[in-house]
């Protein structure tokens, strides 16, 4: 027995553009054999025919380059967003349109909450709500003495009630903080707007972990959204990586029902750069095939709706102040130069286009002193570059990892406000970095927005806002390019091209299983197709079997 | 009782960590709680180390350290919760932190008074660094909200920086110094020992001291002192107020008075820059 599995489907897709299309793909061993012919596969020898997907469209499974598997704990909370969202389970929450409603579901959940819990949800975003505030009163409201926290959407405010600032000791007057907005009584309105202000509330409504770090339950979760999505290798974007986090991680990915690859990146802080990149170092050599240790991510600046995006002059549209630096240029440099010099990869946050600045003329310095081929080094999400910032990525090697979906869920408010129409217009320049030779992927950035590589492909081939405008039509790209970036775009910017992202010989056996064939559809109807489940190193995860 | 905290600001290099160092030396008495930033090295002088546990450092003469990372309430309140309390908190942000922010953070804790914002400035850089396009608006931030600054490496300053210094931040008190030694009661104010009486000068010369016993409004004298121009790096002492005695404390243009026991004897210390401690008109209050 060979243990040679060909799968026949209605069509593959392979991201190989020697042959594009096949009919068969042929398994063993979770890798591909190859893709083509039934008569050319059967070239390997004896083989198991299974049809299962006689009726489906393969694609390599799909890679997201930049999500945060604390998605997946998140879902453990009641989900209150303006859009409709499928929870690890399968069931799709719908959004919510008023304060009422947002209200009404915080009332279910309550009802059916053990008298000790806090009440905990995630996913407000009242700029889709004419920005009506959320008051302590409202959530007083559903509950006096259970407390109540809602993060919002971005990840930055924290709703609560009464009884939440009481346990926190900031139901009191004569506060004075920027980020902790007053009545007219002079208390706390319950909007904490920041991280700083949110930690001493946090614990106290079902918040106590960072955003940044999954938890076991979390991790499993996170594995079933990817298999409904499409997904077989996922990024957990910034984690700090404590030593139980990298044992439970590598532990739980390496289960036999593990239905994703996991490839976490080290959060820059906590550790000074020639310590950081030692530790990355020694966490890379555990790295198994399901939890690619050994990368590392550093923030260079805050985000744009935040006015914490470190801009080029002429800076915001409204005037704001310029934002904030997370890392300051020295440290950049020499975690660069220390990741260079040992062979280690490091993505860079950059939201705004001075960040972006910032980063590239640390880099060019630094490959002077620590000459490295290949490098890939990544700037995440860099939504504001311009098109000399582009050559200036391809000119240094670095890659770029653009914020598709950001374009759908806030380019509204980043015409209106944050940076003004013209630059709007430019943001998330996917055209600009493939005309420019820049290696591109895009990005959900779950679970800021929904996991879903069609989706975000959708995104940046419509440029869709969420008022229905479309947003840069120069900027479009063509739907083949928006999958290209998906699977093998996202692949080379982990080193993982030679692995995963094509339907090719010797690849891991990772599909995206799909109902309809993505290049056929309306492009605007590429969100919708249905997505079946995956195969990922030759394992088959059936979403309706989760 | 309440528990002082002071930030320590300051770009990369300027001498945040030496500072820090000199005052645990220096520390006379207090027990100071050093809370540092995640990033960077140990912070602390390895012979100023007794003990290093997973989460604090315990150092001589009963000082202890730890970093509060993305936490900085939970950390403090782990300092107030020490027994025996220590008698000073001391931040230390990252380089491009906004110190503003972390007092403002600090602030929301009951038990704690903000004794000020002490941003250190590099006598041979922060001129070129303040032109930065990258960081420059954030020293300028840095600045405008200190209460003193530390014009440390003064040695390599040109002659008008600390007028420059004075002009970014208004309302400061300017001090200079090399490798962060100014005297302790420069930076944290008088410990909790006695107030010493008379006009008597520190060990260290460029500093000058005056105890005054002022009448009136305790509260009033304390935003006269902070806000007068009489040079005033530091004041701290009792004076008998309409509600009995009170406890005042100014540092820059900082100032509060809260209530102190009627067993405290009246004396304000003032300290200054000599040649810019304004004596005469100091004694004129009284």
Redesign the interface.
Known sequence: MSGITVYPARSILTMNPARPRATHVAVREGRILGAGTLEELAGWGDYTLDDRFADKVLMPGFVEGHAHTSEGSLWRNTYLGWFDRMDPAGKTWSGLKTIDAVLDRLREAEAQLPADAPLSAWGLDPIYMDNQRVNRAQLDSVSATRPIGIIHASGHILNVNTKALELAGLMKPGINHPAIPLGSDGLPTGELKGPEVMTPVGPHVGFDRSMMDCDEQGLRDFARLCVRTGVTTVTDLASRLEPETVEMMLRVTGEDSYPARVVPLRFFLGLPPKELVAEVVRLKALATDRCRLGRIKVVADGSIQGFSARLKWPGYYNGAPNGLWYCAPEQMAEIYENALAAGIQVHTHTNGDQATELALDTLGPALLKHPRRDHRFTLQHCQLADTAQFRRMRTLGMCVNLFANHHFYWGDEHYRLTVGPERATRMNACRTALAEGVPLAIHSDAPVTPLGPLFTAWAAVNRITASGRVQGEHEHIAVDDALWAITMGAAYTLHLDGEVGSIETGKRADFAVLEEDPTKVDKMALKDVPVWGTVQGGRVFPASKL | MTLPVTVIGG???AGKTTLVNHLLRHAEGRRLAVLVN????LPIDADLIEAQGDDLIAIAGGCVCCSF??????ALMQMCALDPAPDHVLIES???A?PG??M??A????GIRCDGIVVLADGGSVRRAFDD???G??IARQLAQADIVLLNKADLAAPDLADWLASKAPGAAVVPCERGRVPVEAVLGLGPQLVPQGHFHHADALFDSLVITPQGDPATLARTLAEGGFGVVRAKGWMQGAQGMALIHTVGRQFSAEPAGADARAGVVCIGLKGQLDVEALRRLT
Do not use: C, M, N, R
Not at chain 2, 69 to 74: E, K, V
């Open positions: 770009y990369l290099g995640e990033f960077g090295a990372g993305s936490d900085l309430t939970a990252s380089g491009v906004i922010a972390i403002a953070t602030a929301l804790l009951d396009p990258y960081i608006d954030t």
